[in-house]
Each structure stands twice: as C-alpha cells, then as structure tokens.
C-alpha cells in the first residue's frame, strides 16, 4: 500500500501551494473545481513533488537494500544490512478552498479559518514479494 494524496482544505489555496512550494519544491500540475451534491463549488489545486516519478504509479516502489554503521538485532543481518527496505516516491499533495456557505469554507470556518488536512488516501496495490 503507498500514499497515493494528501488533500488540504484551507481559506487561501494559492497562499497554501506557495508555502509548498517553498517548503517541500512542490509544483502547481493543475487547477480545477470540484461540484458537490448541493451544488457548492470547491477551487482546486493539484501539485506534484519535485521528484521525477515514473508514469505509471504501478513503478512508484522501488526495493533496495539499505546498509547502517552496525548490526540492529531483529532489522539487519550480521553486516549491518537490511534487505529489501521498500521505498515509495512521493505523494501529490491537493487544495481547495471555496467561498463561505459552501463545504469546503464552513469546513475551514469551523476550524478557526485554518483549514488543514482533511484526508490521506491510500493506494493499495499488491506487491511480490522478493
């Protein structure tokens, strides 16, 4: 299983994607609007990480083996290493803001005007073990 989004509701989206981009080296990919069911609107922005990732997300996981100064009871063999140690390519990261009255600006209104992670979606996928 990997992280497939992190997803922000916050009061100012482009505030937001700017310190991510700032903190993190993530990048505006897209913007685009989500209608809910009673017909609120919500701005999106999509940003990717500033690391090159494979197009499909099946390559996302990568296995290496990782070797440490000394042995660690139950993590390494006797020369430190540990084999197989699973590694993910980083998550896309979506914002979204929307005016007060809609689901997205109450959500963040009851929250002080702060906003924050409103979910973390997970992928699953099968993996083969080696």
């Not at 990782?66 to 896309?92: F, L, R, S, W």
Request: glycine share 8%; with cysteine.
């Amino acid at each position: 299983m990997r992280l497939d989004h992190i997803a922000y509701r916050v009061k100012d989206r482009y505030k937001t994607a700017e310190f991510l981009k700032a903190a993190l080296g993530y990048t505006i990919e897209t913007e685009f609007q989500i209608e809910f069911d009673n017909g609120s609107k919500a701005d999106c922005l999509a940003l990717v990480p500033p690391e090159n990732r494979m197009k499909r997300t099946s390559d996302w996981i990568q296995t290496a083996n990782v070797c440490h100064e000394k042995y660690i009871e139950g993590i390494t063999d006797e020369y430190g290493c540990e084999q197989n140690v699973v590694n993910h390519a980083p998550c896309e990261i979506f914002v979204s803001d929307g005016p007060p009255g809609s689901i997205v600006g109450d959500w963040v209104s009851a929250r002080g005007e702060v906003g924050g992670i409103h979910h973390i979606a997970y992928n699953a996928m099968t993996l083969t073990l080696l």
